[in-house]
Nanobody, 125 residues
């Protein structure tokens, strides 16, 4: 079965950096649409960054533009989220999400993704 496994969360001081990784397994094909979401306590899950395998179009939430970068390896088995200039308001559980279908939309809704990682905590103080 398909699994997305995340790595790289942790605690960091404001202004610091973290890199999250998410590795897919159990599927014959590579990921086509990939995304990172986050959810803070008492808040809805929100898209932070998305990328589509078709031309690698990307979306960033306004709150992270210029600070976060979504990327993936050439085989589209692993996706990354580089987070720089972290702020306390970035504190949340971060989830990777993916679609393998060639018809995926690469959207910013949770409904656009079938497969999810288990979440990794990012705490900025």
């Amino acid at each position: 079965h398909v699994q997305l496994v995340e790595y790289g969360g942790g605690s960091v001081q404001a202004g610091g950096s973290l890199r999250l990784s998410c590795e897919a397994s159990g599927y014959t094909y590579s990921m086509n649409c990939m995304a990172w979401f986050r959810q803070a306590p008492g808040k809805e899950r929100e898209a932070v960054a998305t990328t589509s395998g078709f031309g690698d179009s990307t979306y960033y939430a306004d709150s992270v533009k210029g600070r976060f970068t979504i990327s993936h390896d050439n085989a589209k088995i692993t996706m990354y989220l580089q987070m720089n200039s972290l702020k306390p308001e970035d504190t949340a559980m971060y989830y990777c999400a993916a679609e393998f279908s060639p018809y995926c939309s690469g959207g910013s809704s949770t409904y656009d993704y079938t497969y999810w990682g288990q979440g990794t905590q990012v705490t900025v103080s």
